[in-house]
């Protein structure tokens, strides 16, 4: 009787749900929306494994409306299936219950798109709807009739549940976030800001840059709906104006912003469109009136118009072109797109045949330009690209704005001090420890009994407070396996924080049966012990022999080396699986699916490959560089194409030479350069791959590197200033292979850096310890005798190579350096001022325009 009514109860529940559906949102109220969303819908389940395919259907035959379509449809079956249904329906009937409360306020398709869609990005579907209404998104939702109201307690309420902190790019779900780490990159940001806007109301969309144009790095962010038209939000610290943001005075340096949907409207400038999503180009709603239309032309080498040709929007990001987006040209050859005012190239690519073209910054309303395919290298580039300000008018927001931030940060870090005060009463209460918590926030401190700690004790204490509140999966990891080595927790605490965040104790016994099976060794790569291949959901272990392992058994391979292991598992791996990708799954797997599936996409067989090598002990990585992954063999890392089965620099004639490079000022003044301003890629189908190469500094602006790709192109560029980038991208083929490869960087930035120790070596101990003030160059040198000018009022030493025939005033000739420029008659031009500041040695090489005091 008690499970009949209770039957009857969830069906109660069921038809009042359904009984409060709009029309719009209805099989009769919108017949042609629901056939469309239901088509799509059974087209996803149709894939899944049967079990969940199962239970999707259930759910359909259950809701069979146009929102419970909707969620099925547009979700990637990727994600549909490593997902959990019942959370799926949760999030339904929070949906049903929002539009009983406020009915349907927008479109259909707009409020299925930016209300009702359930991820963000790659984050694994949750039942957080209900979960985040409980936790204070309820009372935001009932208090704030008004809409710009409403969001600003939404970013208010998102100040308490998440501070920035730069993590890796696994996305973390909303419940991740709130009840594990309240902690989270700008993408963490994103989600849990456009998640919580969606469900209280607000429509609203994930928007990004995926490169800046002016900066190194990328950004992520939220866009929201308010009085009719799309506005933007970054930090939620500054979300009380919608449009206000830290990047709000840099748009005009910015060339495409892009925002994600499902179901575009005629509006909206679609860029691409996939089966689950659609790219917007945004960048209008943030330039407006200076905004540029972009017109672009790509001819084949007969001039004729190239259909379906690949364009790529690059901007120079940490030492390379970066793509920003691709679209395909129409049949005439075209393709007609919207941008900022910043300078950016452009790539064309079709059938092996490639251009490269920069597109300078401008005021213009309207740009054309055509690119011409070759089959030939690309061209050398050599250009200072602009970009442009916008003025800001910033508006103050109020003081009670300001004091309700202030106390949201203090309910933050209460709930960081509850989660370290209960690790610390757990361990206090475990009679076989000894360890006390050593952490400032605890309000549990014994400092009086802080010697009787013991490192691993330590160590364990520190791995509980950075699990945050996932401590009690570590608890339980613990009481299974006993306190693990110290090498391994070593490994958790400089390993991917998520990973302590989000494992489950089973994840966490599998990771650490890894650690045991190959010893840790300090010279082999610590890729071998990663429980994750790409941005991929951590993988649910296997149970073997009673214990829970990362890898399935089938993935073990005997060999008697790692080269023939190799072999032989990629063998099996392709005789398992099929690489099709109109009948893979779309979207990341984690392993114990993938491992089921016959059908994969090109990427989730590379991770697959990684998978398995690892399993067997060989480190691996996964790599941008289309089929290619990053295998450990013979102490080194190594391309390995995993779909041809071959290691590519194997076949170029450059494998193992050195590519040497002279790098200096217009003045011909030695630079040393930073590491991210060079890079060595490879060209693939119109798009940039940076390379594993390093470049080794040589000194006196020298550098080599070690080339196994012909087909190379070298990058180097740097910022002028915040307006302007340099940018030279040289073919490797144009290099003769004998000769030193010169670069000449004009306007470079130079700037005052912490002293060389090679420069600061030529001086003795008490030289060092007695002056404040150095010049060294030469007595007849011009960069010398300027900067002298420039000292003269202060105490200072001026050495340099040659006698001077005149008494120079503090000059004296330095035997270490003159050996230096006998040695290298190129030190012969250098000039480099020493300055003792706070007691350790700046220096800066050239004229500077003042001393950093």
């Not at 950016?344 to 690119?371: H, I, M, N, V």
Request: charge should be negative; glycine fraction near 4%; include cysteine.
């Amino acid at each position: 009787m008690k499970r009949v009514a209770l039957i009857l109860t969830l069906l109660l529940i069921t038809l009042s749900l359904c009984a409060g559906l709009p029309d719009a949102l209805s099989r009769e109220g919108n017949p042609e929306l629901y056939d469309r969303l239901m088509s799509k819908a059974k087209a996803n389940i149709h894939v899944l494994p049967s079990a969940q395919g199962r239970a999707y259907n259930k759910l359909l035959k259950q809701h069979d409306d146009i929102l419970m379509a909707y969620l099925i449809a547009y979700e990637s079956n990727a994600n549909l299936a490593q997902a959990e249904p019942d959370d799926l329906l949760s999030n339904y009937i929070e949906l049903q219950k929002l539009l009983d409360k406020e009915g349907l306020r927008y479109d259909p398709e707009f409020f299925l798109s930016y209300v009702a869609k359930q991820t963000v990005s790659d984050e694994r579907i949750s039942a957080y709807r209900k979960a985040m209404l409980d936790d204070g998104l309820r009372e935001v939702l009932e208090r704030n009739p008004d809409i710009l109201d409403r969001y600003r307690a939404t970013a208010s309420w998102c100040v308490e549940k998440l501070k920035f902190q730069q993590t890796s790019g696994r996305d973390m779900n909303p419940l991740d976030i709130t009840q594990k780490s309240l902690l989270g990159r700008c993408e963490e940001m994103q989600i849990l800001f456009v998640a919580a806007a969606r469900v209280v109301g607000i429509p609203s969309r994930p928007a990004s840059t995926p490169w800046w144009a002016h900066i190194d790095n990328n950004h992520a962010w939220a866009e929201v709906y308010l009085d009719d038209q799309w506005a933007y939000t970054g930090d939620m610290d500054a979300a009380y104006f919608p449009n206000q943001t830290w990047f709000s005075g840099l748009i005009d340096k910015t060339v495409l912003i892009l925002a994600d949907g499902s179901m575009p409207t005629n509006e909206d400038e679609v860029l691409f469109e996939g089966d689950y999503e659609v790219v917007i180009n945004s960048t209008r709603n943030y330039a407006k009136e200076r905004t540029r239309n972009i017109e672009v032309r790509v001819l084949d080498e007969a001039g004729e118009p190239a259909a379906d040709a690949l364009i790529s929007v690059m901007v120079f990001n940490w030492g390379a072109l970066r793509t920003l987006s691709s679209m395909k040209t129409r049949e005439d050859g075209s393709f007609r797109f919207s941008a900022g005012r910043g300078a950016f190239y452009l790539s064309a690519y079709k059938d092996g045949k490639q251009a490269l073209a920069l597109l300078p910054s401008s005021e213009s309303e309207t740009e054309e330009l055509s690119l011409r395919l070759s089959s030939a290298s690309l061209s050398a580039q050599n250009a200072v690209l602009h970009y442009p300000a916008n003025a800001m008018d910033w508006q103050q927001a109020p003081q009670s704005y300001a004091e309700d931030i202030n106390h949201r940060k203090q309910l933050w870090q209460a709930q960081v001090d509850a989660w370290t005060a209960a690790v610390s009463t757990t361990l206090l209460q475990d009679e076989a420890s000894t360890t006390l918590l050593q952490d400032e926030a605890s309000t549990t401190m014994l400092q009086d009994e802080a010697s009787t700690v013991q490192p691993s004790d330590s160590l364990l204490t520190e791995l509980m407070i950075q699990s945050r509140g996932n401590y009690p999966e570590l608890q339980k990891f613990i009481a299974r396996v006993g306190t693990p080595s110290q090498d391994f927790m070593d490994f958790l605490l400089s390993y991917d924080p998520k990973f302590l965040w989000q494992a489950d104790h089973t994840q966490l016994e599998a990771c650490y049966n890894q650690f045991l099976a190959y010893p840790r060794d300090a010279d082999y790569p610590a890729q071998v012990y990663y429980p994750t291949m790409f941005y991929e959901e951590l993988s649910r272990p296997f149970k073997l022999k009673g214990s829970w392992q990362l890898y399935p058994k089938s993935l073990i391979r005997k060999g008697k080396d790692d080269h023939a292991k190799l072999a032989g598992i990629i063998k099996r791996l392709h005789k398992r699986h099929k690489i099709d990708p109109a009948k893979a799954l779309q979207g990341l797997l984690r392993l114990d699916v993938a491992v089921g599936q016959k059908h994969l996409t090109n990427y989730q067989f590379r991770m697959l490959t990684i998978s398995a090598l690892r399993a067997n002990g060989i480190a691996a990585e996964y790599t941008r560089v289309p089929d290619n992954i990053l295998v450990y063999l013979d102490h080194d890392w190594h391309y390995y194409d995993a779909i041809k089965r071959r290691f590519p620099e194997a076949e170029t004639e450059a494998a193992g030479q050195s590519l040497k490079l002279s790098i200096t000022d217009e003045a011909g003044l030695p630079l040393k350069i930073a590491d991210e301003q060079i890079s060595l890629t490879r060209l693939v189908k119109g798009q940039f791959y940076s390379l594993t190469n390093r470049f080794e500094y040589l000194g006196n602006g020298r550098y080599q590197a070690l080339i196994k790709d012909q087909d190379a192109y070298l990058q180097f560029g740097y910022r002028i200033s915040d307006s302007q980038t340099a940018v030279q991208v040289l073919p490797i083929q144009a290099w003769d292979g004998s000769s030193e490869l010169k670069i000449v960087a004009k306007n470079y930035p130079r700037t005052w850096q912490p002293a060389d120790p090679e420069i600061l070596a030529l001086f003795d101990p008490e030289t060092l310890e007695t002056a404040s003030l150095i010049i060294l160059g030469n007595h007849d040198q011009e960069n010398s005798l300027r900067l002298l000018d420039r000292v003269r009022e202060r105490s200072y030493l001026f050495f340099g190579y040659a006698p001077s025939p005149t008494q120079t005033m503090n000059y004296r000739v330095l035997d270490t350096w003159q050996d230096m420029v006998s040695q290298d008659s190129s030190h012969a031009i250098r000039s480099i001022t020493l300055i003792k500041k706070d007691g350790s040695w700046l220096s800066y090489e050239g004229r500077w325009d003042k001393l950093p005091d």
